[in-house]
């Protein structure tokens, strides 16, 4: 049969084996018979995972040593790496093109991503309830460049939720080499996930305007925290002191699936409602092209070409441009 025909299911992405390892000791071991089900009844939904597929599975087997934080890039010790070792690691990841979060050093190799995500790890990484020890969930975590930012903070678990099938290969090649079972990510969306009251931290960063009803969106986290859990929830915002929205017609810097621009007391009004408490801002942050850029391994459009080009201030929609805020709160 040609692989192109193969229907694969989500369980091909994270096995039961490797769901029983990374939930043992933590709320989740008692779910991985329901997610095994979920993973096991769905199917992934995008031609082009046979080759993302086979990228995963062509990178070379190499000794590594303990993953670390460095200069900003996720950095990935591969010590004695042979040339022929480090051209074919670098084929199958650019087979993973294109890489937006990171940016992640392998090696010899820097995988300079369209995102500099330590960036938005620095601004809340203070303010934050210390992950030491906390059971965390990141809905909509990308290729989880954030999950072994919350791991080396000392997460007990860092799990991550996300539909994307290219993001969850990008995932499993980070995983390849930086083998830790409590750093996990799940294929489904944050809406099938069935687990509730079993986090102590639950991070959302860049969805919530990608849902057409945001309060249900901050409700299901809200669920998802243990009692006194922490939410971190970072989003797009309006500028404004009022409490507004922008609605958006059609796409927003470029963007499509974006629903409303809300101003930071909009969105905590949301928060309010969805019963959150010490609902506080500790950012808004006008997103710069050094942040969000082209790259070599992200070679599209990036933040600047959806800027207008007379009036730096708007988009070439003719709306504010982009900034984002973090709030945290309190179930
Ligand atoms: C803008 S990216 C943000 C990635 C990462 N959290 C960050 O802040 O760098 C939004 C991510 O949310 C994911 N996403 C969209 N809808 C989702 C849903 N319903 N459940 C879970 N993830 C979702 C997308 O696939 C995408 O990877």
Same mark, same amino acid.
């Given at each position: 049969m040609n692989d192109e025909t193969i229907k694969y299911k989500l369980i091909d992405i994270v096995s039961e084996a490797q769901l029983i390892d990374g939930f043992n000791g933590t709320p989740m071991a008692e779910h991985v018979s329901a997610i095994t089900a979920l993973l096991n009844e769905h199917e992934i939904e995008h031609g082009f995972y046979p080759r993302w597929r086979d990228a995963v599975n062509a990178l070379?087997?190499?000794?590594?040593?303990?993953? +670390?934080?460095?200069?900003?890039?996720w950095f990935i010790d591969l010590p004695n790496i042979s040339n022929e070792n480090a051209s074919q690691l670098e084929s199958a990841l650019k087979e993973l093109m294109p890489w937006r979060k990171g940016p992640f050093k392998l090696g010899p190799i820097t995988i300079d991503t369209e995102w500099r995500s330590s960036w938005k790890w620095n601004r809340l990484a203070e303010h934050i309830t210390p992950l030491e020890g906390r059971d965390?969930?990141?809905v909509g975590c990308g290729n989880g460049y954030h999950l072994w930012r919350m791991h080396e903070a000392g997460a007990k678990l860092a799990l991550g939720v996300e539909p994307s099938p290219l993001f969850n290969c990008q995932f499993k090649a980070i995983q390849r080499y930086a083998t830790t079972p409590s750093v996990?990510?799940? *294929?489904l969306t944050f809406e099938q996930f069935p687990v509730t009251q079993a $986090?102590? =931290?639950? $991070? =959302?960063? %860049?969805?919530?305007y990608h849902r057409r009803e945001p309060s249900e969106h901050l409700q299901s986290l809200r669920d998802a925290l243990k009692p006194g859990g922490e939410l971190i929830l970072e989003t797009l915002i309006a500028p404004g002191e009022e409490d507004s929205e922008i609605e958006i017609e059609d796409r927003y810097a470029n963007m499509r699936n974006l629903y409303q621009l809300p101003s930071v007391l909009r969105v905590a009004r949301w928060m309010e409602e969805a019963s959150f408490k010490d609902i506080r801002c500790i950012s808004v942050d006008v997103t710069s092209p050094f942040e969000q850029r082209t790259t070599e391994w992200m070679p599209y459009h990036s933040l600047s070409n959806a800027l207008d080009p007379d009036n730096k201030l708007l988009t070439i929609e %003719?709306? *504010? +441009?982009? +900034? +984002?805020? /973090?709030? /945290?709160?309190n179930r």
């Open positions: 070379p087997k190499l000794n590594t040593q303990a993953a +670390r934080n460095d200069e900003d890039h965390v969930l990141d996990m990510m799940l *294929p $986090f102590d =931290s639950v $991070f =959302s960063m %860049g969805v919530l %003719g709306l *504010p +441009r982009p +900034r +984002r805020a /973090i709030l /945290i709160a």
